[in-house]
């Protein structure tokens, strides 16, 4: 499975440590991780963070390609007023001729 753009968000989840939420991105291996930016009840720093192996990290990342799959998907087809682009060129002809040599 191809790896999404580093720094790419996949998840979204609370942390486990001060219940802040905390955003789970890739790295540059395509490896999902988090750090905790939030404080604890006396303002002390959360500060905790999580790693995750490559087959954690390929779950998240599938994920969130059909979660984003789905949303476009549902945002296109439930607008009527597109319709398909198409060429109306019925004057041309197909040549007909050699491909490799334009005969």
């Not at 905790?36 to 779950?59: F, I, L």
Request: hydrophobic residues 25%; positive net charge; charged residues 25%.
């Amino acid at each position: 499975m191809a790896n999404l753009a580093v720094g790419t968000i996949v998840h979204k989840k609370p942390c486990p440590n001060c219940a802040g939420d905390v955003y789970i991105k890739l790295n540059k291996n395509g490896n999902a991780y988090f750090y905790c930016n939030g404080s604890d009840e006396s303002g002390k720093p959360c500060s905790h963070h999580e790693r995750y192996g490559k087959a954690a990290s390929q779950r998240l990342q599938l994920a969130f390609i059909q979660k984003t799959r789905k949303t476009k998907t549902l945002g296109v087809e439930d607008d009527k007023t597109l319709e398909p682009i198409r060429a109306d060129n019925d004057n041309e002809k197909p040549s007909g001729g050699n491909f490799l040599f334009g005969g």
